[in-house]
């Protein structure tokens, strides 16, 4: 079967969603283990550089989310 599109179709593939299944899991684990560093942590500087990393992995898991909303589409 010989496609050929015009376009890219704007589709998740079972591959591409075990790989952003993957990716959220990964960062929503990250995300789990700062955020409890996070509170039980004395000092000031070494807080919030680990809320600064809590952040990225909350971030990158609202991308992934975001993109599975979507559906692959670029809208």
């Known amino acids: 079967m010989n496609l050929k599109y015009e376009k890219v179709p704007n589709i998740l ?3 591409d969603l075990d790989y952003l299944s993957d990716m959220f899991n990964w ?3 990250a ?3 700062s955020n409890d560093c996070v509170n039980k942590l004395q000092n000031a500087e070494m807080k919030q550089m680990i809320e600064k990393a809590t952040n990225v ?3 990158n898991m ?3 989310l ?3 909303e979507q559906g692959g589409s670029n809208e």
Request: hydrophobic fraction near 20%; charge should be positive.
């Open 13 to 15: 593939t079972g591959k």
């Open 31 to 33: 995300y789990k283990k």
């Open 27 to 29: 960062n929503y684990g």
């Open 57 to 59: 992995f909350h971030n």
């Open 62 to 64: 609202t991308t992934v």
């Open 66 to 68: 975001t993109i599975l």
